[in-house]
Every structure is written in C-alpha cells, then in structure tokens.
C-alpha cells in the first residue's frame, strides 16, 4: 500500500496552474520528471541521502517524494494533486509517519502556489 496525500481543487485555468507548478520546481526544491500541457510530475530528496543517512534521520523533505499534478476535468477547472512516497526499492517499516507527512507538506506546498 503506497503512502500518499490526494488533493482535488478548481481553478480558474488548470493549464495555467500545472505551468505555474513547473515553474515552481525550483522553490519546492524539487526537479520536473515529466510534463506536457495536461499533467507534470514533480520528484524530490533523494534514495542515495535516504540509504546513506537513513529514513530515521532525515530532514522530512529529503525523503524521496514523487507530486504529480494533472488536469482531471478542464471545462470545470478539476486538478487532481498527488504526492506519494517514491521508494524505488526497500521499505518503508518505521518511516511510514514521516513519509506520510513530507507526502502532505509537500501537497500543501503545491495547493499553495496554485492558490496564490
């Protein structure tokens, strides 16, 4: 079962709020994995810091994260945003609470710049 955190909300223009999340990446500290002009998706921290160091003992926004941000209904102005845990291999036993909050943190920090 994947930790993640799902937001839906309404914009006025959902192509203008998935560009304004892409251009964002820098200030979310994270980089655009993959985009076009209906979705982009967002990856940050980092496996190597996350094994090396251990989940335990991480800064939360070092936690390999993946949002991505898509237009789900364009007429009515629907993005879906959804931030869940990016563990390529191993697990996430004793780390599920922190994951679960850097996955939030970060949704709340996408609806943020969204919004403003």
Known sequence: MSIQTIVEL???SPQEAVAKVEASAGS???KVKANNESFVVLVRGSQL???LI???FI???DLPIQGTVEIIDSPNGNIKITCQEH???GTSL???DKL???CTEFAKQIVQIVEG
Do not use: E
Request: overall charge positive.
């Open 87 to 89: 563990l390529v291999i």
């Open 10 to 12: 309404r914009t006025a």
């Open 94 to 96: 004793g780390m599920r």
């Open 49 to 51: 810091k996350m094994r």
């Open 28 to 30: 979310l500290k994270a």
């Open 59 to 61: 800064k939360d926004t």
């Open 54 to 56: 251990g989940g335990a």
């Open 100 to 102: 679960q909050r850097s």
